[in-house]
């Protein structure tokens, strides 16, 4: 048995009357990518934001790494090994593509409150976050304002700073959405790097059924915030309920 | 070294170079280079005041949070010097002791509003800053028996920093006291300028600027956010104290009007937004640029009536008494034109 990093047990969120995500317990495990899938207003991003904690849970645990996290702060989840990148780019639009990076890598190694160093002086920093710029080959742009980057080149250092962080748990919410045809490889090249690493797991919300087809070691399926499937593959992409609920008009897309 | 010094934060436009090269200068050699009361009453108004400006821009500027409270701030270090003379008796010891419990006692005060305030809305701590400001203004002039109510304090400082402190001639300049006195305000306005230099360019000064850009995500990349606010207002605040307590060392008087009145607050945004947010050197230009003609321009005013007195109308319109409507004129005029304030122009202005 692998190791389970991360659990949710009946997580659910209400608004008002409205179960946005009904009781979802699922468990993810190590050198595992978990594709979840489910039509629009599904709750797969707000499944994602009661695990980041963006949204604090109606009802249910998180567990990260058998420490129960469902109180814990944005940041101190962060601090624990959950990293997310983000569907909507989410970046600080007036700083430079490598100070962008280089904030994760301070943040990670505990360098926010050194008040009294100069932060050019912190070469490690640097080399780091260039080291991960490369990865996502946007290293040419490192002193680009990240509001003069295309869309494309935004989501891939939306990416890399995912990556800069190296988290236990990766989450990934729509990582390609809005690149074009041959950006985005370099993302799902990465994202298939991670995945052979085998030691973290990766949650990936995705649409492309060609995507989750090369990627996923294994789908749910969301549907009305409440899980309607949970198997490799194979099994839930032919499964009826798949087939015929939702996923029928996606698949025919592809 | 100087790169050092600057902590790697250099002016990035040769006209900016140019102009902070001669504002140091010409502060560096006031007392020689413009001999009289009235000028270097002035230039030392223009090194308290880059120091109080600059601690602004770094909540501001850099932190993106607006604050109504740093002339209490301001205040808290000159009472915390008046009372300690007053009650202490002259000498180096009461100054110490006023200094360091004017900025302790604002970096506490800032650490309460902060943890009631900060957690929620930026727009909460605004409000909550402007009410207790207000009612320390209130407080401090109703308590006469302690603090001159609105009469304020006179008290004695080291003869060491009066004129009654004669050294001898130099260069046809009298050294005495005051001299030394002005010195002392200049060296240590200095230092206080490059030490927020440094902490703006330092690993917490990019945290800061990533909060105002995205708090959303420097929280999700794992900076507790609320902490890094705090500590940015409490250091501003510490700062202006500090400034307040030179600014009471120099003129040897404190009161509601010189230290803690709106109009200041109002002053300090004005300079802040003239010279340009989040650099820092924007509070040199705004401070020195402001002081000036808060100073001179109502001379500048009256001479220019005398000159026009012949012709209709302009003689009335440049009548030295109104001079805050033409300062006015001047606010708009800048932002209108600099909407990045005159640092961010000229910086812009070497890019294109």
């Known amino acids: 048995m692998t190791q389970t990093l991360l659990e949710t047990d009946g997580l659910t969120v209400r608004f008002g009357g409205h179960?946005?995500?009904?009781?979802?317990?699922?468990?993810?495990?190590?050198?595992?990518?978990?594709?979840?899938?489910?039509?629009?207003?599904?709750?797969?991003?707000?499944?994602?934001?009661?695990?980041?904690?963006?949204?604090?849970?109606?009802?249910?645990?998180?567990?990260?790494?058998?420490?129960?996290?469902?109180?814990?702060?944005?940041?101190?989840?962060?601090?624990?090994?959950?990293?997310?990148?983000f569907q909507l780019t989410n970046l600080f639009p007036n700083l430079s593509v490598l100070e962008n990076v280089r904030l994760v890598i301070q943040a990670h190694r505990n360098k926010g409150f050194s008040l009294f160093s100069m932060a050019?002086?912190?070469?490690?920093?640097?080399?780091?976050?260039?080291?991960?710029?490369?990865?996502?080959?946007?290293?040419?742009?490192?002193?680009?304002?990240?509001?003069?980057?295309?869309?494309?080149?935004?989501?891939?250092?939306?990416?890399?700073?995912?990556i800069a962080l190296d988290p236990m748990v990766y989450m990934f919410d729509e990582p390609t959405a809005g690149m074009s045809a041959d950006e985005a490889p370099v993302v799902l090249d990465l994202i298939a790097e991670l995945k052979a690493e085998r030691e973290r797991t990766i949650l990936l919300v995705e649409h492309k059924m060609d995507v989750i087809r090369t990627l996923a070691d294994r789908i749910i399926v969301l549907h009305n915030g409440a899980l309607a499937a949970d198997g490799d593959p194979a099994t839930v992409m032919a499964s009826d309920v798949v087939q015929e609920a939702y996923m029928g008009k996606e698949l025919t897309d592809v | 070294?100087?790169?050092?010094?600057?902590?790697?934060?250099?002016?990035?436009?040769?006209?900016?170079?140019?102009?902070?090269?001669?504002?140091?200068?010409?502060?560096?050699?006031?007392?020689?280079?413009?001999?009289?009361?009235?000028?270097?009453?002035?230039?030392?108004?223009?090194?308290?005041?880059?120091?109080?400006?600059?601690?602004?821009?770094?909540?501001?500027?850099?932190?993106?949070?607006?604050?109504?409270?740093?002339?209490?701030?301001?205040?808290?270090?000159?009472?915390?010097?008046?009372?300690?003379?007053?009650?202490?008796?002259?000498?180096?010891?009461?100054?110490?002791?006023?200094?360091?419990?004017?900025?302790?006692?604002?970096?506490?005060?800032?650490?309460?509003?902060?943890?009631?305030?900060?957690?929620?809305?930026?727009?909460?701590?605004?409000?909550?800053?402007?009410?207790?400001?207000?009612?320390?203004?209130?407080?401090?002039?109703?308590?006469?028996?302690?603090?001159?109510?609105?009469?304020?304090?006179?008290?004695?400082?080291?003869?060491?920093?009066?004129?009654?402190?004669?050294?001898?001639?130099?260069?046809?300049?009298?050294?005495?006291?005051?001299?030394?006195?002005?010195?002392?305000v200049f060296f240590a306005s200095l230092a206080l300028f490059l030490m927020l230099l440094r902490v703006v360019n330092s690993p917490f000064g990019r945290v800061l600027q990533a909060i105002r850009e995205n708090d959303f995500r420097a929280e999700a990349i794992g900076y507790r956010v609320i902490y890094y606010r705090i500590a940015a207002t409490c250091l501003s605040a510490a700062v202006a104290a500090l400034a307040g307590s030179i600014f009471a060392i120099w003129l040897r008087y404190v009161g509601p009007d010189t230290t803690l009145s709106f109009e200041i607050m109002l002053d300090i945004l004005l300079m802040v937004v003239?010279?340009?947010?989040?650099?820092?050197?924007?509070?040199?230009?705004?401070?020195?640029?402001?002081?000036?003609?808060?100073?001179?321009?109502?001379?500048?005013?009256?001479?220019?009536?005398?000159?026009?007195?012949?012709?209709?109308?302009?003689?009335?319109?440049?009548?030295?008494?109104?001079?805050?409507?033409?300062?006015?004129?001047?606010?708009?005029?800048?932002?209108?034109?600099?909407?990045t304030g005159i640092v961010g122009r000229l910086r812009e202005g070497r890019r294109a």
């Open chain 2, 274 to 339: 003239i010279g340009g947010m989040g650099t820092m050197y924007g509070a040199v230009l705004g401070a020195t640029i402001f002081v000036l003609a808060q100073n001179y321009l109502q001379n500048l005013m009256g001479a220019a009536s005398e000159a026009t007195t012949g012709l209709p109308l302009i003689p009335d319109l440049l009548n030295p008494d109104r001079w805050l409507l033409w300062l006015g004129v001047l606010f708009i005029l800048s932002v209108y034109f600099f909407p």
């Open chain 1, 19 to 85: 179960v946005a995500v009904d009781h979802v317990s699922c468990a993810f495990h190590a050198g595992e990518l978990t594709a979840i899938v489910g039509p629009n207003g599904a709750g797969k991003t707000t499944y994602f934001n009661l695990i980041s904690g963006q949204i604090p849970a109606t009802e249910g645990r998180v567990r990260l790494m058998g420490e129960d996290i469902t109180r814990a702060s944005v940041a101190d989840r962060c601090r624990k090994g959950l990293g997310r990148a």
């Open chain 2, 1 to 184: 070294m100087l790169i050092n010094i600057l902590s790697g934060d250099k002016p990035r436009s040769v006209i900016l170079t140019v102009l902070l090269l001669g504002i140091l200068v010409a502060l560096a050699f006031a007392p020689f280079l413009f001999p009289g009361v009235r000028s270097l009453e002035t230039a030392a108004r223009i090194c308290i005041f880059i120091v109080l400006v600059a601690s602004y821009d770094l909540l501001l500027g850099y932190g993106g949070i607006v604050s109504f409270a740093h002339t209490m701030f301001f205040g808290l270090g000159a009472y915390g010097v008046a009372l300690a003379s007053e009650n202490m008796g002259r000498g180096w010891g009461s100054l110490a002791v006023g200094t360091v419990a004017g900025a302790v006692a604002a970096a506490v005060l800032a650490l309460v509003i902060g943890l009631f305030s900060l957690r929620v809305r930026a727009i909460f701590f605004a409000m909550i800053t402007l009410a207790v400001a207000s009612a320390v203004a209130v407080l401090v002039s109703q308590l006469s028996g302690i603090t001159g109510g609105e009469d304020g304090l006179n008290y004695s400082i080291p003869r060491e920093l009066t004129p009654a402190f004669r050294l001898g001639e130099f260069l046809g300049v009298k050294i005495n006291g005051k001299l030394l006195n002005y010195y002392l």
């Open chain 1, 120 to 162: 050019a002086s912190h070469t490690e920093l640097t080399t780091e976050a260039m080291a991960v710029l490369e990865r996502v080959k946007l290293d040419h742009l490192k002193d680009k304002n990240v509001s003069e980057l295309s869309h494309g080149n935004q989501r891939k250092l939306e990416v890399a700073m995912l």
